[in-house]
């Protein structure tokens, strides 16, 4: 199972008394200008046993008092750890069922072989990056992992089983499965259980089919673990172990619980894993002036008015390189050519970064088409996107090597991972 970079894991999860509900928690990553919701989650979980006292949410990341929040996570999971909080099961994986407001939705969770990654734009690595790291954002990330006993994942990695070879068939049978947790989560998450997946035959089964998955790819560029969510965590986790490599001998690095991160992986033709485009809102400049931008970065633009943004939305669906862009309550469909590369995404990371350099205007990114109407109608410039394509995503990884930050999000912030499992890493 090494060899292809997902096995099982000493699974920690909390004793059967502990309240779940109060237990987990949403990503760390989410509601970062909500500090309320964070407010509400604390008040909710009060004294209890709870995963927010072993996270740090990223709102809080550029406050004062960080490396005493940073402590306190520390203590905690060495009081819960001491205390008898956590129950381990050896050498498992976890079988996640998800109900949120989009539909049903199944993971397995195991750890991922930190070696397989690479992050880096020209990657080819068995485990990679779907859209550009920002370096910046990792020493914070990796400060909150230094001293950290265990590691609690949101991170969701995404395998193309079409044939649906390894996490389906065990969904199919989890009556059959021990349940190891069944609880509603806080503040409209859904409801999450899970199952423990230990036998032989199993994770046998789950070897079979990621080696029938790995069997077809092209062995030089052989991407079979493409980042759904949490990637800065999963770069801080490689840029953590790459540190503590440094300082081991050959015969220590096998083994090392810090080699090794816990995630949950997701079939990305799960019908209840819902992609959405995020869009972008360009400020302060002018349609001609986006046109000249773009004129830069493509050989050929055609552009076309329509009547709706719904009617420009089917079109660019069915085209290759192309957008809406709405400007006051006109909808235009862009088409190019000679572009560098194939997704719209990318050629609209070009404009932003000669805009953004030019001083020539600034740029939002949002979540939703009627939002972008309504900043349009206030003299934004919005930009839709077309829907990501199952089809076709890990094809495009392969082509373009990544999409552009913020290309697109897996479900709405309350559907996003919620902390339950964890892992010794020390």
Known sequence: MKDLGFSPADILLPVENIDME???????DQYTSQKEYWEEADRIVGSSPSTLRLILPECYLEEKGKDERIKNVEDSMKAYLDNGIFRTFHDSYILVKRDTETGTRYGLVGKLDLEQYDYSPSSVSLIRATEGTILSRIPPRKEIRKNAALELPHIMVLISDSGKRIIE????????????YDSPLMLGGGHVTGYLVSSEEDKKAIENGLEAIYSKLDKDNPLLFAMGDGNHSLASAKSSWEDIKARLPEEKRKDHPARYALV??????DPGLMFEPIHRA???????TFDEILSHHARE???????TTEEGIKIINRRKQSFVLIENDRNYVYTLNGTEREMPAWTIQSVIDEMLGTK????DYIHGVETVQDLAADGALGIILPDISKETFFDSILKDKAFPRKTFSIGHANEKRYYIEARKIR
Not at 282 to 288: A, K, L
Not at 301 to 307: A, D, G, H, K, P
């Open 22 to 28: 109060r237990w987990a928690v949403v990503a760390c």
């Open 169 to 180: 068939p065990l969904a199919g049978k989890r009556a059959s499965l021990e349940k190891v």
């Open 264 to 269: 949950e992986i997701e079939n990305i033709f």
């Open 282 to 288: 360009f400020f302060n400049i002018r349609r001609q």
């Open 301 to 307: 633009i055609s552009r076309e008015e329509v009547r």
């Open 360 to 363: 020539k205007g600034s740029v």
